[in-house]
Structure formats: structure tokens, C-alpha cells
């Protein structure tokens, strides 16, 4: 957990505002085991409510992207078509993929 900084808040606010600074926590939706609905990255994308739960349930592709990747750096369609290749992986369409992206402290 966070709190809001100046520097944080800043891109939101025209000058002469520069952000604001809070001790209100904020958590991340992003953090720990999750499922991402459409609408997350497709705007008229399904919402998570109407995602069906047997979709949700099943075989699973478990692809571990942690060793092609340096500090902060983005997993991408490329680290995953690698990770694929070299552990002879296949993400099809409607599969379950688990993706392991941080290894932690």
C-alpha cells in the first residue's frame, strides 16, 4: 500500500497545479492472483460480471515469464511467444493461461 504523492498525482492536474499529496492508502486491483476482464483492455469489452464462471474453470497453460525478464521490465507478445517456444507451449484461442510475471523480494 501507498499513499498518493505529489509526483504520483501530478499528470492528472493542469498548471499551476502540480498534484495533490494525501496520506489516504491506495491499493493496486493489480496486485496478487486475478482475472482480467475483457472490458479491462477493450472498452466495450465485457465486464466482469458477465464474464461465465465455467470459463473460468479448467485445464490451464502455466507460462513463467520471470527468467526472460529484467527489473521492470513489461512482459510483452513477444516474451510470451518465447516462453511458449521453449518450453513447446500452446496458448489457443479460449485457453486458461496463468502468467507468473514477478518473482517477488
Known amino acids: 500500500m501507498d499513499f498518493v504523492t505529489h509526483g504520483f498525482s501530478a499528470p492528472r492536474y493542469s498548471p499551476p497545479c502540480r498534484g495533490f499529496a494525501t496520506k489516504l492508502p491506495i491499493a493496486s486491483d493489480h496486485a496478487g492472483a486475478r482475472v482480467d476482464a475483457p472490458y479491462h483492455f477493450i472498452e466495450d469489452g465485457p465486464a466482469i ?12 497453460v502455466v507460462l513463467d515469464v520471470t527468467p526472460c525478464l529484467g527489473a521492470g521490465e513489461p512482459a510483452t507478445a513477444a516474451t510470451l511467444a518465447r516462453v511458449c517456444a521453449h518450453g513447446k507451449l500452446s496458448v489457443e484461442r479460449d485457453s486458461i493461461a496463468l502468467i507468473r510475471m514477478w518473482k517477488g523480494q
Open 49 to 60: 460480471e458477465r464474464v461465465p464462471p465455467e470459463t473460468l474453470l479448467g485445464p490451464a
